[in-house]
């Protein structure tokens, strides 16, 4: 009785396997799928792209190569990629705005529907669905991570996202004019233009009131255009004179005839110059202490320009900066609805996030909260490198997430993350880059994870050791140690027993590095700590061949060493 109770025990167990296999929902299966790929016909660009590279990929992760079909009545299992009709139909759900970022992707049945904005919306939900639920991820432009798998069975999905901010972008050369990464991170203003992942929205230029209206075309004949200083106008450093009408007339002029001649921009910048020159002239003097400032001033001139080019490009704005002298909110006037204000931290300190109560960064978080009330479009302009040593360890992770989420918070429709722009080699460039992107899109994500994704999956087996010696950049932060975005090799964040611990780790990693991809990968961290060694240690550097090591490892990527100073300069002058 025992044996004939087992005996049906193990059918009834085999037969319940079998079922419960057999009802699985397989999107692939040892190699094979039953899934096909549904995308309408007139879908948009971005739409049939990211089709496409949902087909790509599913076929790097499983070997099942799943059809396209633009049949929105095809039979058996479907994914339908962007807003149809059936994907109407099957939600009850009406269709989105093109330009609507967020998406939706939703299991109904046995099917999968991805949807968002036709512009990047739906793109973005392809993107995240292979990157949350399968584990894509585009780390760098030329470093993709995608996982092996034998089987994957569809869960119940129902997951919806929107972007934090709305306009999101960096500069590192290091991932510049790489539209199809930037794609990928969700970063949709870098430049401007349209290709097959859709357009990118663009800012058009910065401190653009020299180019306006330059001393070169303009001073010999008029030097009353530019800024009185000390009883001079200035031809060099300059300011424009705001209150000159004649200034105002050429820069409505030349300012739309660059919008006419660039229309794939979103935001046109009438901006001041990069210097703290501003016209003392009695004119400027007056509309300033009438409106509360330099700020007041600058307000109610590009007012004027907005309000002549509105009718002509009425989906197009106007930005201008708050910026070292005009960063304080003006009183009694307003920015016009098509007026974007752009608020720049540089004085910051980026050791503490600005809502975290240092001391330092209180005067910024009053004036962001100023402009918050005050200007219709808030854009702001941060900084995320040390522009005195773009090499050295500069560890600021812990405020991008936090920081990002002050200005969103405070209304802020776009954020640019300015970084080392001009060339390769900056301190953990491309992570930095990966990881500001994903937090732009969504600052509640936990930043060590997306540090621990990045280095898991860019640095190989060395991975372990780079994670160390990232953690040990990160503890070099104090409560009571502040740093801006011009430090150098002996400030206070620095110590030898530092640099000894941070040799050792990267020592060990380079050991340990796999292949030659992931030793490059290792020898530019290893530059953070040589060149601050070399910096604090010069006649020793010269003696132990650091300072050769690094001027080969600078001279092979191309690493400036600071905003204002060439590579060449640099090796002549230490």
Request: proline share 5%; hydrophobic share 35%; with cysteine.
């Amino acid at each position: 009785m025992n044996r004939n109770f087992f005996s049906l025990s193990l059918v009834l167990y085999l037969l319940m396997s079998s079922l419960s296999s057999n009802a699985a929902n397989w999107l692939f299966k040892d190699g094979k799928s039953n899934y096909q790929i549904v995308v309408a016909s007139d879908a948009s660009p971005s739409e049939q792209t990211a089709a496409r590279e949902l087909q790509e990929y599913l076929l790097q992760i499983s070997g099942a190569r799943l059809a396209i079909t633009n049949d929105l009545n095809a039979r058996g299992r479907r994914i339908f990629v962007g807003f149809n009709q059936k994907v109407a139909e099957l939600t009850g759900q009406p269709q989105p705005k093109a330009a609507d970022e967020s998406f939706t992707y939703r299991s109904i049945g046995r099917d999968l529907l991805i949807w968002g904005g036709s512009v990047r919306g739906s793109m973005y939900g392809v993107f995240t669905f292979l990157e949350r639920e399968l584990g894509v991820h585009w780390l760098t432009p030329d470093c993709t991570v995608v996982p092996r798998l034998e089987r994957w069975s569809l869960p119940r999905l129902n997951h919806s996202e929107k972007p934090a901010i709305g306009y999101r972008y960096n500069n590192y050369h290091v991932t510049r004019n790489q539209p199809v990464w930037s794609a990928h991170v969700k970063e949709n203003m870098r430049d401007a233009g349209t290709n097959e992942y859709g357009n990118q929205e663009g800012y058009w230029g910065c401190h653009t009131m020299e180019h306006l209206v330059p001393p070169r075309e303009f001073y010999a004949t008029h030097p009353e255009y530019f800024s009185l200083r000390d009883g001079k106008r200035l031809s060099w450093n300059e300011q424009l004179c705001l209150s000159n009408p004649e200034v105002l007339e050429i820069c409505k002029e030349r300012l739309a005839k660059v919008m006419r001649e660039n229309p794939g921009f979103r935001i046109y910048s009438l901006s001041q110059n990069d210097n703290y020159n501003f016209c003392q002239c009695e004119q400027c003097a007056a509309i300033e202490a009438k409106y509360g400032g330099h700020s007041g001033l600058i307000v109610w001139f590009v007012n004027q320009v907005a309000d002549a080019v509105r009718e002509e490009f009425p989906d197009k704005y106007v930005g201008t900066f708050a910026y070292q002298y005009s960063r304080k909110p003006p009183v009694g006037i307003a920015p016009r609805q098509n007026v974007v204000i752009r608020l720049c931290s540089i004085e910051c300190c980026f050791a503490h996030p600005l809502t975290g109560g240092c001391p330092q960064n209180q005067a910024f978080m009053d004036d962001l909260r100023g402009w918050a009330r005050l200007a219709p479009h808030l854009f702001i302009w941060d900084y995320i490198v040390d522009y005195a040593q773009y090499l050295a360890p500069w560890p600021n992770f812990q405020v991008l997430a936090p920081n990002i989420c002050a200005f969103r918070d405070n209304k802020a429709i776009g954020i640019f993350e300015e970084a080392e722009y001009q060339s390769l080699g900056a301190e953990f460039e491309e992570m930095k880059s990966w990881t500001v992107n994903q937090l732009l899109w969504n600052p509640q994500q936990d930043t060590d994870s997306l540090v621990s994704i990045f280095i898991n999956g860019f640095y190989g087996k060395a991975a372990n050791r780079v994670l160390d010696y990232y953690r040990l950049c990160q503890s070099l932060v104090k409560p009571d140690v502040h740093f801006g975005i011009y430090i150098r090799e002996n400030h206070e964040i620095y110590n030898d027993d530092f640099l000894r611990q941070s040799f050792a780790l990267l020592d060990e990693a380079a050991q340990l590095a796999e292949s030659d991809a992931v030793r490059q990968r290792v020898e530019r961290v290893r530059m953070q700590p040589l060149f601050l060694h070399c910096m604090r240690h010069k006649e020793q550097s010269r003696q132990d061949g650091t300072w050769d090591e690094l001027v080969r490892l600078m001279k092979k990527y191309s690493s400036r060493p600071r905003e204002n100073q060439t590579l060449d300069d640099f090796i002549k002058n230490f």
